[in-house]
């Protein structure tokens, strides 16, 4: 399969293609490629439709460099295409779409070519198109008060800037929204998102129970509110519980939808992925399956277990499963000493009783070669690096007791480290694996 790398051209993005292209190369010349480098805003688009249009039947994955601006782009260049395969190689400011896929690397080129194909559905604007989340009213107002911030150099909280401008002048939108023929509002409303995927804005759950692949929308709008409650809400709408929190359910509605019509008697923004689109109407439809992404494989593992009593098997179990994991058995062998050792130590002594939690996961580099291992929990601080080594040239009977099982981890992994963060103990050991 060929691999086309769309870039963004300009100059302050060069780091972008100098990162992609240092992968290529380690990849080595078995990877078929070309590299585009977009010229301009829809420029991205342009190229992937014009290609497609000449190669019908190649098959080819377009890989998107960079952030959501990007990825819409080329998403936009293939919908209708046949043989078609997107990959998102993550360097923006934001990609909102790429936090429905938590665990997934979308930095490493070696993880995307090992990666696994999933139909996406796409939504329909128009004649434009999203694969994320579209806002409309005072999420698109924020988006393009965030854009202006981005285009004048203030890269960073771009978004919660939006916000601050928007609370004075975007909380009163004269928009119509109807949903699969019901009418969301009458004639006023603060926002509505609709949704393929969960975030927008960089941190704000707006969709949290989207699904990307179940051919609905999630239409979520907020009626008209006071400064006051409106206040009071936007940190129960950034943590995604706004549906389910019922005095905040109140000032909200919310429908699943194939088809959704917005209308205003005054020209709007309403916001694609973050791209603004202006008109006095939009027609938005969902299209299932319309996009194949190769989801990279999977580079992390990371599960909580609450209450631990009596969960020790379960927990050491839980992390050798991970795919990071080697399957030579010297490697496993030492490996699962280590962890059997440290969540042992966790589940004994960490909490009376044993009624805490342990966050465990496990994590492999880009390159395949350093695997590592962290446990987290909230019980009394302890560091066991500090406990001084055993003298095992001593017989079992004049050693001091304790301190064996920790020197052995020592000996199993390259490296440990101990940190106590935030009321928690944190303790990270890692293995080259290859």
């Given at each position: ?14 780091f972008v293609y100098d990162e992609v292209m240092r992968q290529i190369g380690e990849v080595g010349s078995s990877l078929q490629y070309m590299v585009y480098r977009t010229r301009g805003v829809g420029d991205g688009t342009r ?44 360097y923006g400011v934001t990609n909102d779409f790429l936090k429905c896929f938590p665990d997934h690397d979308f930095t490493s080129l070696r993880k995307i070519l090992a990666g696994d194909v999933r139909q996406l559905d796409v ?201 990071d994991i080697p399957q030579d058995e010297a490697l496993r062998f030492k490996i699962r000493l280590s962890i059997e050792e440290a969540v042992e130590n966790v589940v004994r002594y960490a909490y009376d009783g044993g009624l ?79």
């Amino acid at each position: 399969m060929l691999y086309i790398f769309i870039i963004n051209g300009r100059e302050d993005k060069s780091f972008v293609y100098d990162e992609v292209m240092r992968q290529i190369g380690e990849v080595g010349s078995s990877l078929q490629y070309m590299v585009y480098r977009t010229r301009g805003v829809g420029d991205g688009t342009r190229f992937v439709r014009i290609y497609c249009d000449l190669h019908p039947h190649d098959k080819v994955c377009f890989v998107a460099c960079g952030g959501s601006g990007t990825l819409n782009e080329v998403v936009s260049g293939m919908v209708g295409s046949t043989d078609k395969y997107l990959a998102v190689m993550a360097y923006g400011v934001t990609n909102d779409f790429l936090k429905c896929f938590p665990d997934h690397d979308f930095t490493s080129l070696r993880k995307i070519l090992a990666g696994d194909v999933r139909q996406l559905d796409v939504i329909k604007v128009n004649d434009d198109y999203a694969i994320n989340v579209i806002n409309i009213g005072f999420d698109a107002i924020v988006a393009a008060f965030a854009y202006q911030a981005m285009e004048s150099g203030r890269m960073k909280n771009a978004y919660r800037w939006g916000i601050f401008r928007a609370i004075f002048v975007g909380r009163n939108n004269k928009i119509r929204v109807v949903a699969d023929g019901e009418k969301m509002n009458l004639h006023r409303m603060l926002l509505c998102t609709v949704a393929n995927g969960r975030v927008c804005g960089g941190e704000f759950i707006c969709a949290p129970r989207a699904e990307l692949d179940d051919g609905w929308m999630e239409v979520c709008l907020a009626k008209r509110m006071s400064l006051l409650r409106f206040l009071r809400i936007l940190p129960v709408y950034r943590r995604g519980e706004h549906l389910d929190t019922p005095w905040a359910r109140r000032v909200f509605r919310y429908k699943r939808a194939k088809h959704v019509d917005v209308f205003s008697r005054r020209l709007i923004n309403i916001s694609l992925d973050g791209e603004l689109l202006s008109s006095h109407s939009f027609q938005i439809d969902i299209i299932p399956k319309e996009i194949n992404l190769i989801l990279p494989s999977i580079v992390t593992m990371k599960k909580r277990f609450e209450p631990i009593i009596d969960k020790c098997g379960e927990i050491i179990d839980y992390l050798m499963s991970s795919p990071d994991i080697p399957q030579d058995e010297a490697l496993r062998f030492k490996i699962r000493l280590s962890i059997e050792e440290a969540v042992e130590n966790v589940v004994r002594y960490a909490y009376d009783g044993g009624l805490g939690w342990i966050e465990v996961g496990t994590e492999l580099d880009p390159e395949g070669v350093m695997l590592t291992i962290l446990l987290r929990d909230a019980g009394v601080p302890f560091n066991p690096l500090e406990k001084a080594d055993p003298d095992i040239t001593l017989s079992a009977e004049d050693r001091e007791i304790g301190g064996l099982g920790i020197f052995l981890c020592k000996k199993m992994m390259d490296n440990i480290e101990y940190r106590y963060e935030d009321g928690c103990n944190i303790l990270i050991m890692k293995k080259k694996v290859a």
